[in-house]
């Protein structure tokens, strides 16, 4: 089965999945603000900070 033979609608999932996290990016946006983005992106850091040195302390042994 070829791929074109798969597609059902007129949009790839690729462009389905682009306009997908357009609409949710700004639904996010109006509905969470500013603080919500800031909260997860210090929550992302810390956990980016942990497992680099969770790394260095395994590399350690």
């Known amino acids: ?3 074109d033979e798969r597609k059902k609608g ?3 999932v690729e462009e389905a999945g682009r306009m997908g996290g357009q ?3 700004r639904r996010t946006a109006e509905t969470h ?3 919500f983005y800031e909260e ?4 992302g850091g810390q956990k980016v ?3 680099i040195q969770e790394g ?3 590399e350690e042994e």
């Open 49 to 51: 900070r942990r497992l």
């Open 56 to 58: 260095k302390e395994h």
């Open 40 to 43: 997860i992106g210090h929550k």
């Open 33 to 35: 603000g500013r603080e």
């Open 10 to 12: 007129t949009m790839s």
């Open 23 to 25: 609409k949710g990016g």
């Open 1 to 3: 089965m070829l791929a």
